[in-house]
């Protein structure tokens, strides 16, 4: 059984940094490109970034690009999504998922952890 446990969540100022983490367990981590996402109160969810497999690959939404990396490492099982320069408008709840193998989906999912900018 897959699961994904975020961490890192919390209030920041505008223009300060958090680091969220997502450790994964219940199958082979470097087979599985990775996902973030956000959702704001209100809003539709968000694809923030995805990294592939073998960590090579990697997107960002253009409204973080420059100011988000993301990055993992399978020796830990774990993907992490640096956020610099943070903006009022980055608050939301941060959600990783694993991509399935078969199909262009997220098949499995964290239980979000909230990032707060205040301004």
């Known amino acids: 059984q897959v699961q994904l446990v975020e961490s890192g969540g919390g209030l920041v100022q505008a223009g300060g940094s958090l680091r969220l983490s997502c450790a994964a367990s219940?199958?082979?981590?470097?087979?599985?490109?990775m996902g973030w996402f956000r959702q704001a109160p209100g809003k539709d969810r968000e694809l923030v970034a995805t990294?592939?497999?073998?960590?090579?690959?990697?997107y960002y939404a253009d409204s973080v690009k420059g100011r988000f990396t993301i990055a993992r490492d399978n020796a830990k099982n774990t993907v992490y999504l640096q956020m610099n320069s943070l903006k009022p408008e980055d608050t939301a709840v941060y959600y990783c998922?694993?991509?399935?193998?078969?199909?262009?989906?997220?098949?499995?999912w964290g239980q979000g952890t909230q990032v707060t900018v205040s301004s």
């Open positions: 998922a694993q991509r399935s193998v078969l199909t262009p989906t997220y098949d499995y």
């Open positions: 990294i592939s497999g073998s960590g090579g690959f990697t």
């Open positions: 219940g199958r082979t981590f470097s087979n599985y490109a």
